[in-house]
């Protein structure tokens, strides 16, 4: 949901295997099966591919992720791939602080700012790569 409908991958092999328990449990059915590739970064800087990276939490890192969020499935960017911190259980509290207006923009990227966030990688589902 972050960066939109695709398929995602870690670096962080507990993660990859916190994620799977938990959408298993989230859908009432089957076995968390973690799934390992190989990923070259070479690919971030081919100019065939639309990348967008961030490198910490910031504004426009919240701004894409509440897009992203908002749009209910919808596509609402056409990178091939971006890179950027995961939005956790407290970062989905402080997004919605911020949706419901009890809190600004500045301040949620403040109380994001200090949080250790693992990265992710999203690939655009309709895009044919080489795995």
Known sequence: MDFGQGFYL?????QAREMA???CEFE????????????????????DLNVLIFNSPNRDWAEFILKNRK????????????VG??????VVYQLNLYMQKIITLDQLVSELEYRKL???????QKRHFLI
């Open 10 to 14: 870690t670096s962080i092999l507990s």
């Open 21 to 23: 328990v938990r959408r």
């Open 28 to 47: 009432s059915c089957g076995q968390p099966v973690v799934q390992v590739y190989e990923f070259d970064d070479n690919a971030l800087k081919n100019k």
């Open 71 to 82: 749009s209910r499935g919808k596509k609402v960017h056409n990178y091939d791939i971006v």
């Open 85 to 90: 911190p995961v939005a956790d259980d407290g």
């Open 118 to 124: 693992n990265n992710q990688y999203f690939l655009e």
